[in-house]
């Protein structure tokens, strides 16, 4: 694939895509950069960013809506991701940093049934557990990742959160993520039990 170069916006988070994610934009390298995106309808990559450390892995986001515009320049705009992508290299040329960027494709190639529901399992148990409500639901159209989508829905940790993002296979991102929320519900509900037992303290029988 040839070399597409694009605004860059490190962050402390990762997007998937189809995940929508609002942004608080108050620096004014990138107030300036969502105006000119927003003029001319174009994209820009969000990477995951720590200290000094940015991935090399990201997810390019159109911005859908403006939610508040401030006084002082600062607004609230909300992103939906849209591609996965690798860094190929970066430009500092401008007031906000740009890169070349490649797209990447996705394999939704041999997955197993029954990893699938076991997923959409977990995602319901540990949402229920996590917000006491029943989950959105996952539209299962051409194109669209299961993994992303519940990974995206749950307070899973960065670092994970990536590693399923440089992910190319959906089949592997299904399995990594099954592992992974088998291991976690357990942990949840037991979080869940102590904090109901301490929200008692004091108000039941002695």
């Avoid at 991935?55 to 849209?82: F, P, W």
């Avoid at 996965?84 to 960027?101: G, P, Q, S």
């Avoid at 299961?146 to 089949?171: G, H």
Wanted: with cysteine; glycine share 6%; net charge negative.
């Amino acid at each position: 694939m040839s070399a597409t170069r694009i605004p860059l916006f490190p962050l402390g988070l990762v997007l998937f895509p189809g995940q929508a994610v609002p942004l608080h934009i108050f620096e004014p390298r990138y107030r300036l950069m969502t105006r000119q995106c927003i003029e001319t309808r174009s994209v820009f990559g969000i990477v995951y960013a720590r200290d000094d450390n940015v991935a090399q892995t990201g997810c390019s986001a159109m911005i859908v809506k403006t939610l508040n515009e401030y006084e002082d320049g600062r607004s609230d705009i909300l992103t939906v991701g849209q591609k996965a992508f690798r860094l190929i290299r970066t430009h500092n040329d401008k007031a906000y940093f740009e890169a070349d960027v490649e797209y990447l494709s996705e394999d939704f190639s041999g997955i197993d049934a029954g990893v699938s529901e076991q997923v959409a399992k977990l995602y319901e148990q540990c949402h229920a557990v996590l917000y006491d409500e029943d989950p959105p639901p996952f539209e299962d159209e051409d194109g669209s990742s299961l993994a992303y989508f519940v990974a995206a829905e749950l307070p899973l940790d960065v670092a994970f959160r990536q590693k399923l993002l440089e992910t190319r296979s959906e089949a592997d991102r299904q399995r990594r993520l099954a592992a992974r929320l088998t291991e976690w519900y357990p942990q949840l509900q037991k979080r869940n039990h102590v904090r109901g037992k301490a929200a008692g303290n004091g108000h039941g029988a002695l």
